[in-house]
């Protein structure tokens, strides 16, 4: 190991670039590279990157040049993802000290491509069309072993008008339902209890086997594997969220309480300018089955601001809509025009300070809204999974079913005398990192809960208490 060539990854963007990001390690660590914790130290250095938004795509060129200096000590970068996709050839231009160019159709190709890197090429490019097979691989390293991605599907159908997805992505293409309840099963036995199904759009995966399941089938079957505690999926379309999704989730108590269902405006008429595929009304009906779940649901949102076109009323069309579904949380952001897009032709006809002020408005009520409901947790009880420890606050750091972040004290528990092993404390119940306990709410926040480690309740005891009146979860 000591001769491998070694690599360093910085990743941009959602959680489908994290988990490319562990096929690449994976790839390359099966191929004879090994990975190093600094850029540094690396032969060869590698940004997977996004183009969703232009400030993600400036601030990948922004690190480049940060870092072209240690072209001069002999190392190779590389830029992979949708930027790659995007720009292509032009990276070389823009960023001379890059030698490789990978779209993400491409990554399976990577040995070999970076193998004409070491032959001596001077730019390599692997920028292939999407192919027909979603990018899997059975070398990939998951640096998490409690939480673990998991792609059923790649690209997305969809255009909408200001998404590049479809032209860095390409076409849907939903992996064998056999091949993915292997690659759960694996997870699971690798003691890992949390899996996240991932896909630009999941809700319009399609079993290409013979089975043809759809997508609820797929999530009630994978909810079933032994060992699994939690399973999560992510981004969901509202036009292809069908209420058999809901019905499965109010079946089986491993689906957790969340729902990410992007709205992107409250306006039909922008919605429709946006191509969409749906109006605020069919969106609302998606919600009120989503509130019909026997078990309480949170739901979370994505939102664009400032598209061409959007007058006040349609911005205000959006905070009425907020004020009713009432999200557990929203990413929000001003539209920026991108390339390839559709509305890259119509202009950015709203002004950057409209804009900016529009954001400001909404996120403000948004931050209102989820302390507002967040103070109905107090005195609950729920179970969270242990993610960390933050040392300086002295406090535990979890997640719990609904995707909130819980920050916890066992205090009564920790043994005395010997308060510290490893920078952990140290407690009479032995907690750890992947752990499941109770936690008693005693505080909330917009965006996360304080609380207290409690027992576990007995059983039959309900967790988090019956829905109280106007109480969205
Ligand atoms: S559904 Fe629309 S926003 Fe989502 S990835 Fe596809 S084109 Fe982009």
Redesign the pocket.
């Known amino acids: 190991m000591n001769n491998a060539k070694k690599f360093w990854i910085e990743t941009f963007g959602c959680q489908m670039n994290v988990h490319d990001s562990e096929k690449v390690s994976g790839t390359l660590m099966a191929h004879g590279y090994a990975p190093v914790a600094t850029m540094e130290e690396a032969d060869l250095i590698l940004f997977n990157t996004c183009s ?1 938004r232009d400030k993600a795509a400036q601030k990948v060129f922004g690190r480049l040049s940060q870092f072209k200096a240690l072209q001069e000590q002999g190392k190779k970068f590389g830029v992979l993802g949708c930027v790659a996709q995007q720009e292509g050839e032009a990276i070389f231009k823009r960023a001379p000290h890059v030698s490789l160019v990978v779209g993400s159709a491409s990554y399976t190709r990577l040995p070999d491509l970076i193998a004409q890197l070491d032959a001596g090429e001077k730019r390599v490019t692997g920028l292939g069309e999407a192919s027909d097979e979603a990018f899997e691989t059975d070398f990939t390293r998951r640096d998490n072993p409690h939480r673990a991605y998991l792609t059923i599907i790649e690209g ?5 008008a ?5 032209f860095t ?1 390409g076409k849907e293409r939903s992996r064998t339902s056999a091949s993915v309840l292997e690659e759960a099963r694996r997870i699971a036995e690798s003691g890992c209890t949390e899996i996240q199904l991932l896909g ?2 999941v809700n319009s995966y399609r079993d290409p086997s013979p089975a043809g399941w759809s997508f609820a089938e797929l999530l009630a079957r994978v909810a079933e594997v032994p060992g699994l505690r939690r399973v999560r999926y992510t ?1 969901s ?1 509202p036009r292809d969220f069908h209420p058999e999704i809901v019905q499965v989730m109010g079946e089986n108590p491993v689906l957790c309480d969340h729902v990410h269902l ?1 709205v ?1 405006s409250g306006s039909t008429d922008v919605l429709r300018m ?3 595929d749906y109006t605020r009304e069919k969106y609302l009906e998606r919600i009120a089955t989503i509130r019909a779940c026997p078990r309480p649901l949170a739901v979370t949102t ?1 939102l664009i601001v400032g598209f061409p076109g959007e007058s006040d009323a349609d911005f205000e069309r959006t905070i009425d809509l907020i004020n009713e579904v009432h999200y557990t949380g929203a990413f929000s952001f001003k539209y920026s025009p991108r390339p390839n897009t559709e509305s890259l032709t119509w202009g950015d006809s709203i002004p950057e300070e409209v804009k900016a002020q529009r954001l400001a408005i909404l996120q403000q009520r948004q931050q209102d809204i989820q302390w507002h409901d967040n103070q109905r947790y107090i005195g609950r009880t729920l179970e969270v999974m242990i993610e960390g420890y933050n040392p300086r606050h002295e406090q535990w750091v979890a997640r719990c079913s609904t995707n909130r972040i819980v920050n916890f004290t066992s205090s009564g528990l920790r043994l005395a005398g010997s308060t510290q092993r490893n920078g952990l404390p140290v407690f009479s119940q032995p907690m750890q990192v992947g752990e499941y306990v109770h936690v008693r709410i005693t505080k909330a926040g917009g965006n996360s809960f304080v609380g207290e480690h409690v027992a576990a309740p007995g059983p039959g005891t309900p967790l988090a208490g019956p829905a109280l009146p106007g109480v969205i979860v």
């Open positions: 969703i997305c159908d969809k255009h909408c200001y998404c590049v997805v479809p992505r630009q759009n981004t379309h992007p992107q946006m191509r969409r994505d």
